[in-house]
């Protein structure tokens, strides 16, 4: 029994290695280098329609083989590269995070545009959240890779969420991680208030934006008038 389980660890182990060759990460680095530039595109050009920074940050990541590996087991899936490749999508990841909350779906809208990428999978976790209170846009998308003068089409998760929704997520992460079972579903409670408060803020911040823009349109409307007299 000992040397069946020392087996199957062994060959967990070569297919971590596998799953995190150069070639496979230079494969997904590449998407994420694509997806990233564009979205940089489309901040410069939603920022210049809308006359405020849409984009505050973006991050990215590639998930590490122990993270694939556990996700695999978690699913019942078989631990090989081309099952991992196959059934998740988010071994390469980026985040957009925006300002305000109507620019998420501006940005969302933007992405959905690019022309050369393939759209796989929509989930909008703003307007129904999770049970925690998680709030983000997921899209899963194929993005064109050319390596050795071939196209290989790789999926990535474009998250994209505001500041605030951001901040809540991070430290809902941090606050979840590793409670026992008798602390978790008291931390969980809490944590979903916060993110109905967050919720209300971002709402608030927005409305904010808007009074502002409101008022220098009527000054420049104000100055129009004062100079046509």
Sequence with gaps: MKNSLNDEKKSDKSEIVQINSPMTLLMYQSAIDIVVDRLKAINIELTNKSGHHVIRGITSRIKSP??????LIRKGKKIDYETAVESLND???????????DDIYQISKAVK?????????????????KKSGYKSIHLIVKVP?????????????IQIRTFAMDYWAELDSQMCYKKSAD???????????????????????????????????????????????
């Design 66 to 71: 122990e993270s694939i590996t556990k996700k």
């Design 91 to 101: 071994i390469a990841g980026v985040r957009a995070v925006s300002y305000f909350f």
């Design 113 to 129: 545009k690019q022309k050369d990428f393939t759209l796989i999978k929509e989930k909008d976790y703003v307007q129904k959240p």
């Design 145 to 157: 890779v050319v390596l050795d003068s071939q196209t290989t089409y790789v999926k990535v998760e």
């Design 183 to 229: 602390d978790i579903e008291m931390v969980r409670q809490e944590s979903k208030r916060y993110a109905e408060a967050i919720t209300a803020l971002d709402n608030k911040m927005l409305e904010f934006r808007k009074k502002i823009e409101l008022l220098e349109k009527n000054k420049v409307l104000c100055e129009t008038d004062k100079v046509k007299k």
